[in-house]
Each structure stands twice: as C-alpha cells, then as structure tokens.
C-alpha cells in the first residue's frame, strides 16, 4: 500500500519559509476546483483548499520560484496531525509533504 497524492491547483498565498534543524520548511495553501451541474441544470465550482508543507531543497525552490496564484502540479503524502487547542479540545488537521512539484504558469482563473 501507499499513500500517495497528486493535485493541481493554483496557490492561495505567497510560500512561507522558516529554518528549522538547519532545513528550510515551506508552507503555502493551494486550492483545487472541481466543476459540476446542480439539479437545475447550472453550472458549480466547488473549491478544495489543501495545506502544502515541504522542505530542503524543494522548499527552497518553491519559496524562490512559486507566488500567490501560481499553478502548480504538486505529488507527495498526506499527514494527518492533531493538537490541542486553548479549550481542551483536540483539533485534526491534514497537509501534503509535497515530494514533487511541476510549475504550471499560466493565469488563475476568473
């Protein structure tokens, strides 16, 4: 078995870079869209957004190269991490470790 992830979408904000342990982490949010027709015939565009976290070399790229509505192949895993909040209670979220990207171009769409 394997985990693994490939999504094509446009960034949702500039990457973000920090140094951790001597490596670089770069995080940014891309959004995919899937288009479909409700019961009435018209035409719907959902929006998926998917939180992208890489590092070392590929981080360094994608925080020199990537910009907010930039579209981008990304290929990697999904990680599922859990936190407690100020409350108590306990929060999930999930990201992709992008292992692979491909620079799309092009405009984000209207």
Known sequence: MEN???LIGHLGMNPDSKE??????TTF???TN????????????????????????LAQTMEQYLK????????GRLVTR??????GVKKYF?????KDMLMLGGKKPE
């Open 4 to 6: 693994q992830v490939q």
């Open 20 to 25: 951790i342990n001597k490596s670089v982490k």
């Open 94 to 98: 999930t990201e992709v470790v992008a």
């Open 68 to 75: 907010k509505g930039d579209k981008v192949g990304i290929s």
């Open 34 to 57: 899937t288009v479909y027709r409700d019961s009435d015939g018209n035409k719907k565009t959902m929006t998926d957004w998917h939180n992208i976290i890489a590092w070392g070399g």
């Open 29 to 31: 949010t891309l959004a």
């Open 82 to 87: 859990s936190y407690e909040n100020a409350e």
